[in-house]
Every structure is written in C-alpha cells, then in structure tokens.
C-alpha cells in the first residue's frame, strides 16, 4: 500500500535544512559522458565564482558528469510585486539518494522580468556551482533556453552585433564565459513540462514556492554583468535589452509626457472617476494611425484628408474661429461669431454643442454607441457568452452623453478613447489585437461622419460669409504681413473651468526604470496606474509634418 504524507514545509523551507547536510556528504561515483555541444577555448576567469552567497552542488570529481533539472517562474509581471525567481535540483543516479536527488537550490533575479530570463538564470545558477572541467546536462521544459545555449556553443554573444540585439544579453554572456573559463561542457535536454516528470516537478514546485520564501537568496548583478568592460546603467539598473529600444523608450516617455503636460491635455485630469472613463493611450495611438479600408464611399483619396482631420481635431488645432483670431488677426476680427448660430464664439467645444448641429451630432454619437453594441453582440455569440453585462456597463458610461461639463464626452470626440471599449471585448474572449482593430474601425467611421456631417457644413457656412467679404483661398494661404503687429486677443473657450483635478499617480514615477524593472515596456498607458507603453508618439510628429508642409491656415 502506499501511504501520501503532507508537509507543513515548502521545498525553500526544507532546502535551509537538507543543503548544509549534503555539503558534507563525499561521493565520488564515475560517470561516462559522450560528444560535447559547447567546448571551452578560453582560460579566462570565470565571473560566477563570485557567487559565494549561493548554495554550493554536491561536489564531484574534476571531469565528472552533473545532471541538474532547472525552472524559473515569474508572477505578477508588471507590477510593483513582480517576482522572478529560479532553481536547480542536482541528480546522482544510483548513490543511495531518494529519488537520486542529491541537492537543490533556489534563488531570485531581479529586473528584465521574463520567464525565459528565470530560466537562464537557474541554468547561470546550476553552472556557478559546478566544478572546471565537467560534463553537465540540464534538463529543462523551456525551449528558449536551450535555444540560448546552442547560441554559446558558437560564442554567438562574443559577437557585439548579435550581443546587444540579445534579450537578457548580459546574463547569456556570463553564461557564456563561464563555459569557456571553466572548460564545460553542456548537454541541454528538452522535458516536456507539467508532464508527471517527477524531477522537472520537484524544480518546478521548488521555484513557486521560492516567490513566498523571504530566505532566497538574490542572484548577484555585478557579477552576470562583468563579461564586458562596457555596460549601459540607467539609475543603477543595467540594461539587458536592446539598447536601441531603451534610447526610443526614454525619448517617446519624454515626449509624452510632454504633451500631456500641454495646456490642452489638461482635461486628463477631470476623468477623476475610474469606473467611468480611463484613457487606453495604446488604443488611442493605434486609433490615430488606423487607416479605414476603402471602399464606394471612402476612396483612397479621401483618405488623407480624414487622416488630417483626425490629428488636427485630437490636438485641438482645427481651424476653428478662435484659433484664426489668433493666427490669421489680418483676416478674422475679433468679435467673430459662429457662422452657423451666429450666437456664440466658435471653439471645439461650440463645434459639437451649435444649435445648428447638436441634433446631428446625438445622431452621430448614437451610431458609434449602436455600432459597438453590434459588435459586442457578435462576440458574445461567438463566445457563448451573454453580452448583456457587458451592454450594460457600456451603456452606463458617461462619455455618450453631451454636455458642456462632460468631460468625458469632450474625450470621446477629441479621440482619447477610454480602456471599458477594449475590456468589454476581452471579457468576451476576443484577443486585445483583435478588439483594438473593432475599436479603431469603429470610432475611425465616427470621424468620418463627423468630418462630413458636421463639419464640411460648418465650412460651408464660414466659406458663404469669406466669399462675401472677399477673402480668397489666396489670401487666406498668404503668409502673415510681416508689418503687423502681433494679436493680443485672448481666445473664447466655452470649455468648463477644471474642477475637480487630480495629479496622476504617475507624475513622480520613473517610466524608464519600471520599464527595466516591472516590464511596463509593452504594457498599457493607464494615467490613474502608472503604467507606461511603447509610445507611439513618433507617429504623431511624422504626420505633424505633412499636415503642416501646406500651411497652418490650409482648410481641410
């Protein structure tokens, strides 16, 4: 019969036990070994011998064959509890060992978190202990790992080019070091993991429990961070990434954070209700360089035209009354009204509330809400799923509403769409790309028929009143007379005072470094959380470009 016995104890609370014990054990068994896949040609000293603070493998015989079963695991990626960790379990067959394990081992890395950068650290772990001159297999579930051990095996990351475009190159390095300054030689053998592999389940269950043990040790940063004489450090943490992408990360952080400090953007900070309306600035991006597939009615041609009027309405630089008076005082006098009403100062907020459009403007904000409630459904069915909760929560949200103290809805139309459109989708099983190009799609034929429902009529008003007074296309593209002096005019903004403003919890945080430290490199803009995407703000200053080679005054 066979009887199951529980432990109180997580495999780190037995390892500060049974280590010191098997560091006394002295076994000298003989094993054979065959043909090598990495070789070592160098005599350099290695940078794991360092590694003091470890726990030490059961010592074999210079030239003796190691087996170890290796594993990383990492939780809470993206967050300021991310942890990574490792371990090894040392196998001698047939010395008198349960289960032939002689020893085992675990620990925790730190920054870059990855699974596969936990696996190669277990492997750099299991080779730190490891005597000159040895035969060693590990045994590992992670495919990327072995993949990163052949590449040692042609000394790949002594090649400069092919070492800095290496995720984790650093620690692939020292890897890499020490197989040649120790004379190694690595066998890595491939496990199907979760498969009833007692072993890779033992390396398994020691690395999860390693994420509740305060007694793992940490793995050493300066010494996998020594193979080279130069090293890229941004606040103390060494760059193992593409150096490439953490320059193009801290200019487009820098950016954006600029244009979020414009006196523009301010209205961020009124979206004070998280349960309403957070922007999703990857959606928002990806929303700007959407382009909608042509079709009878959206040619190619028109397509331009769209995509400037989407930039130009989501920086607020439409070429609405207020902003001539300022630009172009030669032509547009100060006490010019609304060309439509004729009752109020035309600024983007009038734009959408003008007595003369807001029945159209209902009906166009209407059909984008109609429009992601079909979608919904679809994915509903498509998932078996009642999409009804879903409804309902976008149903509730404040932004479909117009107001002239909505700052939701002023959000919606200037293009900062909020995170519930792409969660809704999510919550429905549909993947984040493929809600994101539903969402884009979407809000893209909202513009579209705000662009010609309500604006090419609001220039058709104003072009009535320049005809009539004269001021040509011509002059209207002429350069400002040099000899006027410059406006004073304080431009009319119907907008709401900003009430009820909040400082972001991200104003203090340092984006660059979370990136290196909780992997925000990849994850979403949200303002309220302090997470930080890949910024696509190049995207806005290359279409900058071409919207202002014709001119800031060219009618679109």
């Not at 009878?296 to 607020?316: E, G, I, N, V």
Request: with cysteine; aromatic share 12%.
């Amino acid at each position: 019969t066979t009887t199951e016995v529980i432990s109180p104890y997580s495999w780190a609370d037995l390892s500060i036990t049974l280590i010191p014990y098997y560091q006394c054990l002295d076994i000298l068994p003989d094993f054979s070994f065959s043909s090598s896949v990495v070789e070592c040609d160098s005599t350099e000293a290695s940078p794991l011998d360092a590694l003091s603070t470890l726990p030490s493998s059961v010592p074999l015989p210079s030239g003796s064959h190691y087996r170890y079963y290796t594993d990383g695991s990492l939780v809470n990626l993206r967050t300021p509890e991310v942890s990574l960790v490792w371990s090894w379990v040392q196998l001698i067959p047939d010395a008198g060992y349960l289960n032939s394990v002689a020893t085992f081992a675990h620990g925790t890395i730190q920054n870059w978190p990855s699974s596969t950068r936990a696996e190669a650290a277990a492997i750099y772990a299991a080779l730190s202990v490891s005597l000159d001159d040895s035969t060693i297999t590990i045994y590992t579930d992670s495919q990327a790992a072995i993949d990163g051990l052949n590449l040692c095996a042609s000394s790949s990351y002594t090649n400069s080019r092919l070492y800095y475009k290496t995720t984790n190159f650093e620690l692939w390095a020292s890897i890499e070091s020490s197989i040649q300054s120790k004379c190694l030689t690595v066998f890595p053998v491939k496990v199907k993991g979760h498969d009833g592999n007692y072993w890779n389940e033992f390396a398994d269950s020691l690395a999860n429990s390693t994420h509740h043990s305060d007694m793992a040790p940490l793995l050493p940063a300066a010494t996998y961070t020594s193979s080279h004489n130069v090293r890229l450090v941004y606040d103390n943490v060494v760059c193992e990434s593409n150096p490439r992408r953490l320059f193009k990360l801290h200019f487009q952080a820098t950016f954006l954070k600029d244009l979020l400090s414009l006196k523009r953007f301010q209205f961020v900070c009124c979206l004070y209700n998280k349960d309403d309306y957070v922007i999703d600035w990857e959606l928002t991006w990806f929303t700007l360089n959407f382009s909608p597939a042509h079709d009878a009615s959206f040619q190619a041609s028109h397509a331009a035209r769209h995509y400037t009027f989407k930039f130009k309405l989501f920086l607020d630089d439409l070429p609405l009354l207020e902003k001539l008076k300022i630009t172009r005082s030669d032509l547009y006098i100060n006490l010019l009204t609304c060309r439509s009403c004729r009752d109020h100062m035309e600024d983007l907020m009038h734009l959408i509330l003008c007595s003369k459009r807001r029945s159209v403007m209902h009906q166009i904000l209407q059909s984008y809400q109609n429009h992601l409630f079909s979608k919904l459904r679809q994915a509903g069915e498509l998932a078996d799923k009642d999409p009804t909760p879903m409804l309902r929560r976008l149903s509730s949200l404040s932004c479909w509403t117009i107001s002239s103290s909505n700052w939701s809805s002023y959000t919606l139309i200037w293009g900062c769409l909020p995170t519930m459109f792409i969660d809704l989708f999510v919550d429905l099983f549909i993947p984040r790309q493929s809600a994101m190009k539903v969402v884009a799609a979407i809000h893209n034929n909202f513009i579209q028929k705000l662009r010609k429902r309500i604006w090419h009529l609001r220039t058709y008003d104003k072009s009535k009143w320049e005809d009539a007074i004269n001021i040509t296309l011509k002059l209207k593209t002429t350069p400002w007379p040099s000899n006027l002096p410059a406006t004073s005019y304080v431009p009319f903004s119907s907008l709401p005072p900003l009430t009820h403003l909040v400082t972001p919890r991200d104003s203090e945080v340092d984006w660059i470094k979370n990136s290196m430290t909780q992997a925000f490199a990849e994850c979403n803009v949200d303002f309220y959380s302090g997470c930080v995407i890949r910024y696509y703000v190049s995207i806005v200053a290359s279409t900058l470009v071409g919207i202002y080679q014709g001119g800031r005054s060219r009618e679109i």
